[in-house]
């Protein structure tokens, strides 16, 4: 199978370029931004709401993803040249900080708009797949993460690394974070849900499906596999993950159950938030 002949330049305006990956970027934000708006009465939030969620979280996203992606596998390079760290048209994003970023944006904004940090975190985490599966659609377009040698009838060569067949594990983080990951989460929070189910499932399903695709896809160069020839540092900052998403989904059983209420008329939309309905609108009851 080809390689798509994708130029990752999507326009170019005299010494302007614009990448497709960084359109993708975009088109994360916009859907979170679409899809929060939609749920935004759950909380008591305003469209105006949303979007000072939105630019939390973008800062949370691009300081952490560049901070992570410095610290955890461009470090020698950071301290050869410390300003490198601004470097980010080079390119260089971490996930794995990028949620540490999103993280501490929903701390300090739940504090601010007074709501529980879970049960902010659940209202977030539905929002997320799409933007990673558009992230992976950007890699795959910048000739990134490519997987390893295999006769697999969709493995293709990658342009620059030779005429063997590779796994395309940009486009299997594609399925697995974005699509599937995206319809699990947002079927699960359409529901009666315990709060923290919903943040515990993306932390746990998000590492089980890197894990498992870091099998095929390859280390980074400059570091190679970290343990045992076969672990890599991809699967070594996934673990946290899952064990944290393991113990949040325990801790959610113990909690009382978030019932989705959907106002009447209008759907899944932001209305009711502004006629009144604050954080305490979202029904909620303990099982017995």
Same mark, same amino acid.
């Given at each position: 199978?080809?390689?798509?002949?994708?130029?990752?330049?999507?326009?170019?305006?005299?010494?302007?370029?614009?990448?497709?990956?960084?359109?993708?970027?975009?088109?994360?934000?916009?859907?979170?931004?679409?899809?929060?708006?939609?749920?935004?009465?759950?909380? +008591?939030?305003?469209?105006?709401?949303?979007?000072? &969620?939105?630019?939390? $979280?973008?800062? /949370? !996203? *691009?300081?952490?993803?560049? %901070?992570?992606?410095?610290?955890?596998?461009?470090?020698?390079?950071?301290?050869?040249?410390?300003?490198?760290?601004?470097?980010?048209?080079?390119?260089?994003?971490?996930?794995?900080?990028?949620?540490?970023?999103?993280?501490?944006?929903?701390?300090?904004?739940?504090?601010?708009?007074?709501?529980?940090?879970?049960?902010?975190?659940?209202?977030?985490?539905?929002?997320?797949?799409?933007?990673?599966?558009?992230?992976?659609?950007?890699?795959?377009?910048?000739?990134?993460?490519?997987?390893?040698?295999?006769?697999?009838?969709?493995?293709?060569?990658?342009?620059?690394? +030779?005429?063997?067949?590779?796994?395309?594990?940009? &486009?299997?983080?594609? $399925?697995?974070? /974005? !699509? *599937?990951?995206?319809?699990? %989460?947002?079927?699960?929070?359409?529901?009666?849900?315990?709060?923290?189910?919903?943040?515990?499932?993306?932390?746990?399903?998000?590492?089980?499906?890197?894990?498992?695709?870091?099998?095929?896809?390859?280390?980074?160069?400059?570091?190679?596999?970290?343990?045992?020839?076969?672990?890599?540092?991809?699967?070594?900052?996934?673990?946290?993950?899952?064990?944290?998403?393991?113990?949040?989904?325990?801790?959610?059983?113990?909690?009382?159950?978030?019932?989705?209420?959907?106002?009447?008329?209008?759907?899944?939309?932001?209305?009711?938030?502004?006629?009144?309905?604050?954080?305490?609108?979202?029904?909620?009851?303990?099982?017995?």
């Amino acid at each position: 199978m080809n390689y798509p002949d994708i130029d990752p330049v999507a326009i170019s305006i005299g010494p302007m370029q614009v990448h497709w990956y960084g359109l993708m970027y975009v088109v994360g934000f916009v859907s979170a931004w679409w899809l929060g708006r939609r749920r935004a009465y759950r909380l +008591g939030l305003t469209h105006d709401d949303i979007g000072d &969620l939105l630019f939390y $979280a973008a800062i /949370g !996203v *691009v300081a952490g993803g560049r %901070l992570g992606y410095v610290l955890f596998y461009g470090m020698e390079r950071f301290l050869a040249n410390p300003l490198w760290l601004f470097s980010i048209w080079e390119g260089g994003m971490s996930f794995h900080g990028g949620l540490i970023g999103v993280l501490s944006a929903a701390l300090l904004y739940a504090r601010r708009k007074r709501l529980a940090f879970f049960q902010l975190t659940d209202f977030i985490a539905p929002m997320v797949p799409i933007g990673l599966g558009a992230g992976r659609i950007g890699n795959f377009i910048n000739h990134e993460l490519p997987g390893r040698v295999s006769d697999l009838p969709w493995a293709m060569p990658f342009p620059h690394m +030779g005429p063997e067949p590779r796994h395309p594990s940009a &486009l299997y983080e594609f $399925a697995l974070e /974005g !699509v *599937v990951l995206f319809a699990v %989460l947002w079927w699960i929070s359409s529901r009666p849900r315990r709060r923290g189910l919903v943040s515990g499932l993306f932390l746990l399903l998000y590492g089980i499906f890197r894990f498992a695709v870091e099998f095929v896809r390859l280390p980074d160069e400059h570091i190679g596999f970290i343990a045992f020839g076969w672990v890599t540092m991809g699967m070594l900052l996934t673990l946290p993950m899952m064990a944290a998403g393991m113990a949040l989904v325990l801790w959610s059983r113990r909690q009382g159950i978030e019932a989705a209420r959907v106002p009447a008329q209008h759907g899944e939309s932001t209305h009711g938030a502004k006629n009144g309905a604050g954080p305490q609108a979202v029904e909620s009851y303990e099982e017995r």
